[in-house]
């Protein structure tokens, strides 16, 4: 990264549309103006709409100024945190058996704290993919496939399912299910944080 008076460059300089997609999805997971974080920042909103739409070079001093309007690490603009994927096939994951019967419980996904849980059973044949839009930021998918096999997942890199296994993914990103042989079902936990 060049620096000329502690602005950033386009040579060589920061990746503005990284930059631009942190911003856009920070300021709505803080649920927040394009006005107010302008104000927080102590920057003019013109600047920031040109930040958010990736034009601009941002200086330093801008850069850190929009993650303490934010409340969010420096770097977190340069590389954001990449959407986590949880995979555990059928057989795996960490169990607990039970002395007196023929009974094993496996740890899928703990609760956080002050979440709320949707659950859902979800049918579907071959032929056509469920695409969903992202749902609100912080919604956090999990699926169980119960019978069949399908594809499940984020959009840009989802995962073929079989019976028993299970995925965790962000809901706030495009995400999908498209079923690849008849009679697939699965449970599906709307994680809302």
């Known amino acids: 990264m060049t620096q000329d008076n502690d602005v950033i460059t386009p040579t060589g300089g920061p990746p503005l549309d990284r930059i631009a997609a942190a911003l856009r999805a920070e300021r709505a997971r803080a649920d927040l103006s394009l006005t107010e974080v302008a104000r927080r920042a102590g920057v003019s909103k013109s600047t920031l709409s040109q930040l958010e739409s990736g034009a601009g070079n941002p200086s330093v001093e801008t850069l850190w100024a929009l993650c303490v309007a934010l409340d969010v690490p420096f770097a977190q603009l340069l590389d954001p945190p990449r959407p ?4 555990i096939r059928a057989g795996e994951g960490p169990a607990v058996s039970a002395t007196a019967a023929d009974y094993r419980a496996t740890l899928l996904a703990a609760c956080p704290t002050n979440t709320r849980r949707d659950v859902f059973r979800v049918v579907a044949e071959p032929g056509q993919r469920r695409t969903s839009d992202p749902h609100m930021p912080g919604v ?3 699926v169980v496939l119960a019978s069949g ?3 499940v997942g984020l959009a840009a890199q989802p995962e073929e399912l079989s019976p028993g296994d299970y995925l965790a993914y962000p809901g706030d ?3 999908v299910f498209e079923a690849l042989v008849p009679g697939t079902w699965a449970v599906l936990v709307s994680e809302h944080r």
């Open 84 to 87: 986590q994927v949880q995979l």
């Open 140 to 142: 956090v998918e999990h």
């Open 149 to 151: 096999r399908a594809i």
């Open 173 to 175: 990103h495009a995400h």
